[in-house]
């Protein structure tokens, strides 16, 4: 059996083995650990442990374990209440506008915990008894909150930004920085999408609110500038270079630790939920990136990618064809396949080809991050529907797939905008590094 046969045997044993649901990490390890004994026995052992220890004493991955901590205290602390407070304030009299106060609250909780699904989860608690106690349609309402939660992998600082660097060796601070924008649009277009869903059919929002004065509107602005202003210092930091996003990281984790002592939010039993929590999700990304460079080595040593370098060089394809077919192989997997999984899988794969065909990797790295965020919400595997089911049991699982609908298309729309006006995800990042 040659090298690329046991390659492709390889890539099928993964696929069997996630659809099994067994862990990524753990599913990538045994099966690039395996592939290199076969391969190359001698080396297995010296690459599992170089690989190991080499991801685990990245100074770069600080960066995973302290943001996840930041989100953390901000929920603990009361900051993501006032958040959703602020802007239910803001634009909770319009037509539809608890829900676009769902999708505001995400993008700003986002910019904390960098996770989608602690985005979907604690805002979701948040803003789902408000929208049912108004009447909102259950699809409209648990569709939002779905949605809004898949910012938390675009708006920096994004988990998927930080895997996504760590597996293509780019700047962790370009990627942060490319994807401010088009976290902004894509918040836009949820918003805009929910407006254009209640002006088809009012009664999916019946009732709207009572403008509320400026002064209560500021005063729940002020009631969030706590969490503001952590999500100022930390991304204008970055961008005017005072501190590396490693650093913006420790800060951040400072601040959010300092207002949930100022705010007596740090019992015991606070305290420990909320370590806990940071090691459990901590420990799963570590999982899938060591599962992801063990699998990678073995992928190297097929030869698969070289060749199909090759292929693709010799099919005359454009980059931009190019570009779009990988996008709509990775739409596809996301109907199956969990984000990460698509992320790490992938990567070792088409990275050579876009390099060989001069694909800027910040500009293709947010078009990825989207598509993944599509991913989130796809049935039937969508783990943004799952959270959000877990926090709305008595709504039908095919009630909140097809409330989340109007949000894919309108991800599919940022996703053309951004093939069509790369400054969009470059703008940014071109100006502050040059």
């Given amino acids: 059996m040659s090298n690329f046969d046991i390659g492709l045997l390889g890539f099928a044993t993964l696929f069997i083995l996630l659809l099994i649901r067994m862990p ?3 599913a990538m390890l045994l099966v690039g650990g395996a592939g290199i004994w076969i391969i190359r026995p001698p080396a297995m052992i010296p690459v599992i442990a170089g690989e190991i220890f080499g991801e685990a004493s990245n100074y770069s991955l600080t960066i995973l374990p302290l943001f996840i901590l930041m989100g953390n205290l901000a929920g603990v602390s009361g900051m993501s209440r006032d958040l959703y407070d602020a802007a239910h304030s803001w634009f909770g009299h319009l037509k539809g506008g608890l829900a676009s106060s769902t999708i505001v609250g995400c993008a700003g909780f986002s910019a904390l915990s960098g996770s989608s699904l602690a985005a979907a989860l ?5 803003s789902l008894p408000e929208m049912q106690r108004y009447k909102y349609d259950n699809g409209l309402a648990t569709g939002a909150i779905a949605a809004g939660g898949t910012l938390g992998i675009l708006i920096p600082p994004s988990a998927g930004f930080v895997v996504y660097a760590i597996l293509t060796e780019e700047s ?5 920085i490319a994807g401010v924008i088009p976290g ?27 403008a509320e004065p400026l002064a209560r509107r500021f005063a729940a602005l002020l009631r969030a500038s706590w969490i503001l202003g952590i999500i100022f210092i930390t991304i204008g930091g970055i961008y005017i270079g005072v501190f590396s996003a490693v650093e913006a990281a420790g800060i951040g984790a400072f601040f959010a630790f300092l207002v949930a002592l100022l705010r007596r939010s740090l019992g015991w039993k606070n305290c420990r939920d909320v370590l806990s929590s940071t090691l459990r999700s ?3 990304v570590f999982l899938i990136l060591f599962g992801a460079f063990v699998f990678k080595t073995f992928i190297a040593f097929t030869g698969i990618p070289f060749q199909l370098v090759s292929l693709v060089s010799e099919s005359g394809l454009s980059a931009m064809e190019i570009v779009l077919i990988i996008l709509v192989i990775f739409i596809v997997l996301g109907t199956f396949l969990e984000g ?11 990275q050579p080809i876009l390099q060989d065909h001069a694909v800027n990797m910040i500009w293709f790295g947010v078009l990825m991050v989207i598509v993944l965020e599509m991913a989130l919400i796809s049935p039937p595997v969508g783990l943004n529907v799952f959270v959000v089911k877990g926090i709305a049991p008595d709504v039908p699982m095919n009630t909140i797939f097809r409330g989340i609908w109007p949000f894919w298309f309108a991800m599919l729309l940022a ?12 703008y940014l990042p071109n100006t502050m590094f040059g």
Avoid: D
């Avoid at 604690?122 to 948040?126: A, H, I, K, P």
């Avoid at 962790?172 to 942060?176: K, P, T």
């Avoid at 996703?415 to 995800?425: D, E, K, R, W, Y």
């Fill in 415 to 426: 996703v053309v905008l951004i093939l069509l006006i790369p400054a969009l995800a470059l």
């Fill in 24 to 26: 990524v990490g753990t």
């Fill in 172 to 176: 962790i601070g370009r990627l942060f």
């Fill in 282 to 284: 901590t420990g799963t």
């Fill in 340 to 350: 990460f999984a698509i992320l790490v899988l992938t990567i070792p794969l088409v």
């Fill in 122 to 126: 604690t805002m979701g608690r948040v």
């Fill in 184 to 210: 902004i649009l894509l918040t836009m277009l949820f918003v805009a999408a929910i407006r254009l869903i209640v002006g088809l059919n009012p009664a999916k929002a019946p009732v709207a609110l009572a």
